[in-house]
């Protein structure tokens, strides 16, 4: 079954701190990893963001979070909102001196437990963990952890080794090259030890080493463009005007009102959380609507997948209701950059009453998605 | 192509691999990234002796922002336990997926860091701690109504 093909190709491909060996053998590296990692997505910590109570996480993950409820999703610290958001400079600068040496050293870590097997097999290389392993050859060729490469290769590298993605010039781990361009070239660079930009980005200095010159790729979001988007209150818009807005942006401007408004939120989104990443880190605008197309159709995909009932959907933005809710209320006035108050006053709507439970149950009931009508497909 | 919640939910089931479920919960079915099934049983004295239950968490795309689907699977045999918070078809009663046994800070709402394996142990301890059998008292009314998902239920009957 294709799902469970699936599964097991993506559970030798992503990395966590099981790729380590435990603490009574490599002491402490599954922690570091762990540590480094964002608890919302469970990858390394992409555009870290701290809140107020100390919390720290992808910027992207905590806007999706704070945009569900206004709190820290690890101590429940309450009235939090994207204003709190702090860039985690020193954080993400771990993580970029962390992915330069993970490979390095989960080679080294190899190298040492091949030495001491005295292996019958010293060409072949192998991970550490045999059952990964042989789950990776299970679901692909013979020839061990590698996927048919859709880059043309003399040789094929090593499947840890990092290679030029051909379509955004990142460093990519050979055997994650094609997953990596089919997701829109979303996935963690992987830095190359050596390289100049490498030492910049251990040393954390834009200056020490000067500012790069654009290359022939499109280059990062410019620093005039450092100013966040503002959030809108669609409510007040015409879809003349969220159109408008769409275009601004080179986005498209097909589809009901709702994709629109959720589309242009997402934007908001990718975009704020973009800036919350070092520059030099940064995606290109390009890059970023090329993510944003890919959640669109991750959401589209998702209701016609035949597993699930398409009841199954829910909406995925529930912000994009508390907008719609909000609209169909009288409203203080408000400027056009909608401050995340704003939203908080529509959260109790959510919490659904029930009616057996004790109170303290039903207080704190979950609070569920259960506008089935909002779709992204009309 | 992998979104962040099947990217997610690999992760979750790497840790299963790695560092095994808690003692009384067994991971049976996860074929794809949509449906999960795990069974639970509740150690040491309890109301439940000796009877094993069947939990199905479904998940969307917006997992982990979004909290899975969960209910007990009443198929085949299968049967919900008796809990004043489980109707007869498996829907857990206004979703309690409480995770404050697990958690105690983070109170009975789902919260993207927890896990799969986190709502399971809530449910274990939900069990673990029931003093009376019995349904919930509207079983009848509800499960005549119940959306096919539970995670719809509150919206009508709160309307
Ligand atoms: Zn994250
Ligand atoms: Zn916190
Ligand atoms: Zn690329």
Redesign the pocket.
Known sequence: MAGKNQIQKLMAEVQDPSDFPEHSKSPGLRLLDSALRCTICSELYDGPVT?K???CFCSLCIRQSLAEKQE?P??R?EEVSEGHLRRNTVMEEAVTAWKACRPYILQVLKDVAQHDVASSRPSKKRRLDEDLYEQDVACSSPEGAKHPPAVKQTGSPHPDELVDCPVCSKRVKYKIINEHMDEGCTSEPEPDFSSKAQWENLLGSKSLLGKKKKKGKERALSEEKDDPLPKKSYDTLRDKAIKALLQEHDLSTTGSRQMLIARHQRWVSIYNANLDKAEKLRKSLPSLRRDLEQWETQQKNKTKRPVVDSDTYQIKQKSEFDKLVEAARPKKPSSAIQTTSGEMSAAPAHVPRSRTISPSLAEKAIVVDDFEDERMEN | MASISSRRLAKELMEIKNDGCPVGIDLVKADDFSTWWFTIEVMGESLYPNEKFTLQFRFDQQYPISSPAVQFVVTDGREAPVHPHVYSNGHLIALILSCRYVHPFLGNEWSPVLSVVAVCVTLQSMLASCKEKQRPVDNDRYIKHAPENPKKASFPLNA
Do not use: I, P, V
């Open positions: 809140l109570c100390g919390h820290c690890a101590c610290e």
